[in-house]
């Protein structure tokens, strides 16, 4: 989630809002200690300043998240995307990094895209 707010270098308020309310509702993360989002942020702005961060990132998350999750992490990545109202392209382009290394369908990722899109709406 922080990789993909982080992902066009403007991390938004209502970004980091939907994280603290993902981490601290989610039964995904009932056992997760919030102290560690900013832990967790430090890693990920680092691994970005790398030429090579992105890979280590995607293979950090990848030894270190349950495959039954991968979904889930997916989806939660989609809501903090869509959660300012607009996609930019490198946040696009993370997606696409994360549906490839999490092997996940593509017709179940435009169900997940399509649902975290409906879910932040504005009128």
Known sequence: MIAVSASDED???VELITIEQIV????VF????PERLKVVS????DLYADEDGLDTLLALILENLPDRV?????????DVAASDGRLGDDE????DEFRYAFNIERLAAAAIERAARARHITL
């Open 11 to 13: 991390v938004r308020t």
């Open 24 to 27: 601290n509702h989610l039964p």
């Open 30 to 33: 009932a056992e997760y200690d």
């Open 42 to 45: 430090e890693v990920v702005f």
């Open 70 to 78: 991968h979904e889930t992490a997916y989806a939660l990545a989609c």
């Open 92 to 95: 696009l382009r993370l997606l």
